[in-house]
Nanobody
């Protein structure tokens, strides 16, 4: 069993930055692919970024060049550095840990981008 706790959300003006963190319980964090998803009001949850156990990364087109995903296995934590935030980035951001057949989700953290 893995429990994921996100933090770092908040309100920011357009062009601003936030860093989200997701800390996992358990001692096998390094064996999980870690992902960030987001869900805006009235929309489906969508993929944002992923990082493999070997630290290979992948991004949604909408955030490429602005967001950076990273992981610190010693701290059981995955990060999402978000720069150049836009109003359309407003959503609840969820952390996801995958190691088939197991998958776990965090509770989400709200990010609001507004002037």
């Amino acid at each position: 069993q893995v429990q994921l706790v996100e933090s770092g959300g908040g309100s920011v003006q357009p062009g601003g930055s936030l860093r989200l963190s997701c800390t996992a319980s358990g001692s096998i964090f390094s064996t999980y692919v870690m992902l960030w998803y987001r869900q805006a009001p009235g929309k489906q949850r969508e993929f944002v970024a992923s990082i493999t156990t070997g630290s290979n990364t992948n991004y949604a087109t909408s955030v490429k060049g602005r967001f950076t995903i990273s992981r610190d296995n010693a701290k059981n934590t995955v990060y999402l550095q978000m720069n150049g935030l836009k109003p359309e980035d407003t959503a609840v951001y969820y952390c996801n840990a995958v190691r088939p057949p197991r998958e776990y989700w965090g509770q989400g953290t709200q990010v609001t981008v507004s002037s």
